[in-house]
């Protein structure tokens, strides 16, 4: 069992940067490839960026490609999401999954674990 609690969301102007934060419980975090899922209101879940359990492979969707970066600490059990160039367009809901998997998944059907969210606006 994994627990997940994501932090760092708030309110930014466009062009600024939010850093999200997900701590999780559990020994085994080291051994979880993670990701970053966001939904808009009205939209469905999508898929932003995910990292491999060691850190050394990283996937992320194209609209956040080059002003977003994913990263972990596996001695503090935490995976951040690095949010630069903030457009409006990125308002949503940030989820953090978790997923004891080898292979990095980029569908959030794939993961097993999820946290409770942390809201993010930016405005224009």
């Known amino acids: 069992q994994v627990l997940l609690v994501e932090s760092g969301g708030g309110l930014v102007q466009a062009g600024g940067s939010l850093r999200l934060s997900c701590a999780a419980s559990?020994?085994?975090?080291?051994?979880?490839?993670m990701g970053w899922f966001r939904q808009a209101p009205g939209k469905e879940r999508e898929f932003v960026a995910a990292i491999s359990w060691i850190g050394d492979i990283t996937y992320y969707a194209d609209s956040v490609k080059g002003r977003f970066t994913i990263s972990r600490d596996n001695a503090k059990n935490t995976v951040y999401l690095q949010m630069n160039s903030l457009k409006p367009e990125d308002t949503a809901v940030y989820y953090c999954?978790?997923?004891?998997?080898?292979?990095?998944?980029?569908?959030?059907?794939?993961?097993?674990?999820w946290g409770q969210g942390t809201q993010v606006t930016v405005s224009s």
């Open positions: 559990g020994r085994t975090f080291s051994s979880y490839a």
């Open positions: 999954a978790a997923d004891p998997a080898i292979v990095v998944p980029k569908s959030d059907y794939e993961y097993d674990y």
